[in-house]
């Protein structure tokens, strides 16, 4: 037992490391965008990606499949790259174990997924009472379910938005201090 335990300690760690790795090189990234300007502008376009997530979602089986298409497409295509750019903004805090965060960044991120938690389930609740109204409309059930996944979709976006939106400016001389001299 103890050699099982060990192996899968060893795959944990080297886990662990691998992300450690990926951070560093997604700390290089985007040194320009680093500013609450920018993470700003992003997390209101993925906010505003997912209000159309939503509205296309509202459309849907209504019989203006070209709406919904536009509203669905345009809104995946550009909150998924507003999405990935704030993921990279806001470091390790968004996706990263508690392992790799120092004390700052460990409290922010505890504050950001209690109310991303809260957030989601409100939406969930939103996407349950929609599925009731719409359970006797013809494909209420696939209008229901198009509904749970844009607001799915939506709740687990609220992290980084919520990070985007709040964190301050990184200071200048920490991220020098970071990047190394590769």
Not at 2 to 23: F, I, N, P, S, V
Not at 38 to 51: F, G
Request: cysteine-free; aromatic content about 8%; proline content about 2%.
């Amino acid at each position: 037992m103890t050699e099982q335990q060990g192996r899968l300690t060893a795959y944990w760690e080297r886990q662990l490391d691998k992300m450690d790795a990926r951070e560093l090189r997604h700390a290089k990234r985007l040194p320009g965008w680093r500013t609450r300007r920018h993470r700003r502008a992003l997390a209101a376009i993925l906010a505003l990606a997912d209000l159309g997530l939503a509205a296309g979602a509202s459309v849907f089986g209504t019989g203006d499949d070209r709406l919904f298409g536009a509203l669905w497409v345009g809104s995946t295509l550009v909150g998924g790259v507003a999405f990935v750019l704030l993921r990279i903004l806001t470091g390790r805090m968004s996706g990263g174990f508690s392992r790799l965060l120092d004390e700052r960044e460990r409290e922010w991120r505890h504050r950001v997924t209690y109310v991303a938690f809260q957030i989601l389930s409100y939406l969930m609740i939103v996407a349950m009472i929609y599925g009731v109204v719409v359970a006797h409309t013809e494909d209420g059930g696939f209008r229901g379910a198009v509904m749970l996944s844009a607001l799915l979709v939506t709740g687990t976006t609220i992290p980084s938005i919520i990070l985007g939106w709040s964190l301050p400016d990184d200071d200048p001389e920490d991220f020098e201090e970071g990047m190394g001299n590769d």
